[in-house]
């Protein structure tokens, strides 16, 4: 331990530096030094680790060994070092400038936008860009900062911070059930009117199971099939038949009585894997402030478990 106590960041810094150059003479142009200054810098840690770390020659060096060892840890010491020097930078100062935002765009309607205000009221110096589309978005081809995602969160290159789960529900109006019966498992569906989204993957697939067993999808008499969800939920509350929709979009509906909630005993779903809503940003060292800021304010609006679970 002692042995390292005796090195400092400087030394580090330099010594990475001959190793990105590959002599000490360019390194010593660069930090106004003389080029035995750089030399004698990397002598003293050498004996200090007691280990040779370069081989020298009259034209270039390279690592021994122990040098690419050391290299490899110092070059994290100094990321580190430079991610906490930013980090002190900006403890005090404000988000600002442009943040580009695409979300779904049901979910972007109804708990995006309407958060909006608040967040610019909150961070008066940032310029919000919202897109909304349900289509594949490359963040990098197409410039976004933060993409709202939600699904079967697939691996990818992105990071990504979870805004909650999307969770199902077999809903129907009260005049359809009055007309037509309330559905007591999944087999009953074969005689009932369902209302069908239709993405570009094909029509959704309705998966039920009971407590902890395996999920099972059943066929659906489709009375009406359509691509946007705001159409299928009218048609439910004006008692066309049942939809599977995630609580997100109607559970205002629920709560208000328009909707009613049946087989309550099944869980439901569009997959047989969870389905996440998460925030999405390309993968770096570090996020920009701006970013943080915007995922960190719809973490707290959302809450836990998120208001519309509620």
Request: glycine share 6%; net charge neutral.
């Amino acid at each position: 331990m002692k042995t390292f106590n005796q090195i400092n960041i400087q030394s580090l810094r330099l010594f990475v530096a001959v190793l990105d150059q590959g002599n000490f003479s360019e390194v010593a142009r660069r930090e106004a030094m003389s080029p035995s200054t750089v030399s004698r810098v990397i002598s003293q840690l050498e004996q200090a680790l007691q280990t040779q770390l370069l081989y020298r020659n009259t034209r270039a060096v390279s690592p021994t060994e122990s040098g690419k060892l050391l290299a490899d840890h110092a070059r994290q010491v100094l990321a580190q070092l430079e991610l906490a020097a930013l980090d002190l930078q900006e403890q005090d100062s404000e988000p600002g400038g442009l943040v580009r935002i695409n979300a779904p765009v049901v979910f972007g309607q109804r708990h995006i936008a309407p958060w909006l205000h608040e967040l610019s009221a909150h961070y008066p110096r940032l310029n919000i860009e919202l897109m909304q589309t349900d289509d594949f978005i490359d963040p990098l081809q197409d410039s976004v900062d933060l993409l709202i995602r939600i699904g079967v969160m697939a691996d990818s290159t992105m990071q990504a911070r979870t805004l909650g789960q999307q969770n199902f529900r077999l809903a129907a109006s009260p005049a359809y059930l009055a007309r037509a019966g309330t559905p007591a498992t999944p087999a009953d569906l074969a005689s009932h009117s369902c209302l069908v989204f239709k993405g570009f993957a094909g029509s959704q697939r309705w998966y039920f199971r009971e407590s902890d067993q395996e999920w099972r999808s059943y066929s659906l008499r489709g009375v009406l099939t359509s691509n946007n969800a705001e159409t299928l939920t009218q048609a439910a509350i004006d008692g066309m038949g049942l939809v599977v929709f995630p609580t997100w979009l109607i559970g205002d509906a629920l709560r208000e009585g328009r909707l009613v909630s049946v087989m309550k005993s099944y869980q439901v779903s569009t997959s047989p894997e969870p389905q996440t809503i998460a925030a999405l940003y390309p993968n770096g060292r570090r996020t920009s402030i701006k970013v943080r800021a915007v995922i960190d304010f719809l973490v707290e609006k959302f809450g836990a478990p998120a208001y519309w679970e509620r």
